[in-house]
């Protein structure tokens, strides 16, 4: 018999690609988030009838994807994030489901080497606190004693990610089809991309996997900035000009994921120019 799945965040880019792909797989899913869910909550700030509905979902959940998070890194997400946390850690403790949580590459700091998931995490003197609740949420989970898989992701990309949130594809993708300045920052910040379609069978094997820490990210699609804002002009034959502005100076300029781990589960096999073509084509 198929586990029984949580997914909170299910609305969102990965959890809604992960929340299709597992009920074609025959998986009894249930998703919350804040809309178009089986279940419509707002995880950092339930009222007494969430607390009971949330509470019967995980009682009998066999696996929770714990996705949910404020999307951005400014003060106020951080601490909405904070917030989830403490509603759903009691619950976690209490009833033991596996936990696969959705951390970030961003807790690895600085580093021009691959990260690899035992390696000292040491975070750079200047940013923002969003690695720091990824963290707290890791260091919860093994303090809790919490069955759990931590995934660190490098660069999850496809259809669904909203330029508006910042995110670096769809941006690029959006001002190029409109012939409009592709605004660069860090053209030489190198950054691995990793194909959705790549990272669903991963995460559904993690369901039977007992990992406690892994990388999700593909350095065989590893490219500075620059390189890909002109791979998405060259494939939208689009006529924007690429702007090179000011440095953020809390930027990470490097990022490359050890996937020595999930190679043993999962080969990728999307090039970054496949999943550019399948965005734009979506």
């Given at each position: 018999m198929k586990k029984q799945i949580l997914i909170t965040g299910s609305n969102g880019f990965i959890g809604s690609h992960l929340y299709n792909h597992l009920v074609k797989e025959g998986y009894y899913v249930r998703g919350i988030d804040l809309q178009n869910s089986d279940y419509n909550m707002d995880l950092s700030d339930l009222t007494d009838k969430d607390k009971e509905i949330l509470e019967d979902i995980i009682i009998h959940s066999?696996?929770?994807?714990?996705?949910?998070?404020?999307?951005?890194?400014?003060?106020?997400?951080?601490?909405?994030?904070?917030?989830i946390d403490n509603n759903l850690m009691e619950l976690f403790r209490k009833y033991k489901p596996k936990v696969i949580y959705s951390s970030s590459s961003e807790v690895y700091g600085k580093s021009k080497k691959p990260m690899k998931e035992s390696g000292k995490l040491k975070l750079p003197g200047i940013h923002n606190g969003y690695p720091v609740q990824k963290l707290m949420t890791e260091n919860l989970l093994k303090a809790y004693k919490i069955p759990h898989t931590i995934i660190r992701f490098f660069n999850i990309i496809g259809p669904g990610q909203s330029a508006k949130q910042g995110f670096v594809i769809p941006r690029f993708i959006e001002a190029s089809q409109n012939d409009k300045p592709i605004k660069v920052y860090q053209e030489k910040s190198v950054r691995t991309f990793m194909d959705?379609?790549?990272?669903?069978?991963?995460?559904?094997?993690?369901?039977?996997?007992?990992?406690?820490?892994?990388?999700?990210?593909?350095?065989?699609?590893?490219?500075?900035?620059?390189d890909v804002a002109n791979m998405i002009k060259d494939v939208s034959k689009s006529d924007s000009k690429i702007i090179i502005t000011d440095d953020r100076k809390s930027e990470i300029k490097y990022r490359?994921?050890?996937?020595?781990?999930?190679?043993?589960?999962?080969?990728?096999k999307y090039s970054l120019k496949d999943t550019i073509k399948w965005i734009i084509n979506e």
């Amino acid at each position: 018999m198929k586990k029984q799945i949580l997914i909170t965040g299910s609305n969102g880019f990965i959890g809604s690609h992960l929340y299709n792909h597992l009920v074609k797989e025959g998986y009894y899913v249930r998703g919350i988030d804040l809309q178009n869910s089986d279940y419509n909550m707002d995880l950092s700030d339930l009222t007494d009838k969430d607390k009971e509905i949330l509470e019967d979902i995980i009682i009998h959940s066999d696996i929770v994807f714990h996705l949910a998070a404020s999307v951005g890194v400014d003060n106020i997400n951080i601490i909405n994030s904070y917030k989830i946390d403490n509603n759903l850690m009691e619950l976690f403790r209490k009833y033991k489901p596996k936990v696969i949580y959705s951390s970030s590459s961003e807790v690895y700091g600085k580093s021009k080497k691959p990260m690899k998931e035992s390696g000292k995490l040491k975070l750079p003197g200047i940013h923002n606190g969003y690695p720091v609740q990824k963290l707290m949420t890791e260091n919860l989970l093994k303090a809790y004693k919490i069955p759990h898989t931590i995934i660190r992701f490098f660069n999850i990309i496809g259809p669904g990610q909203s330029a508006k949130q910042g995110f670096v594809i769809p941006r690029f993708i959006e001002a190029s089809q409109n012939d409009k300045p592709i605004k660069v920052y860090q053209e030489k910040s190198v950054r691995t991309f990793m194909d959705i379609r790549d990272v669903l069978p991963v995460l559904e094997k993690l369901i039977y996997r007992d990992i406690d820490v892994i990388n999700i990210g593909n350095p065989d699609n590893t490219y500075s900035i620059l390189d890909v804002a002109n791979m998405i002009k060259d494939v939208s034959k689009s006529d924007s000009k690429i702007i090179i502005t000011d440095d953020r100076k809390s930027e990470i300029k490097y990022r490359l994921p050890d996937v020595s781990k999930m190679l043993q589960i999962h080969i990728p096999k999307y090039s970054l120019k496949d999943t550019i073509k399948w965005i734009i084509n979506e």
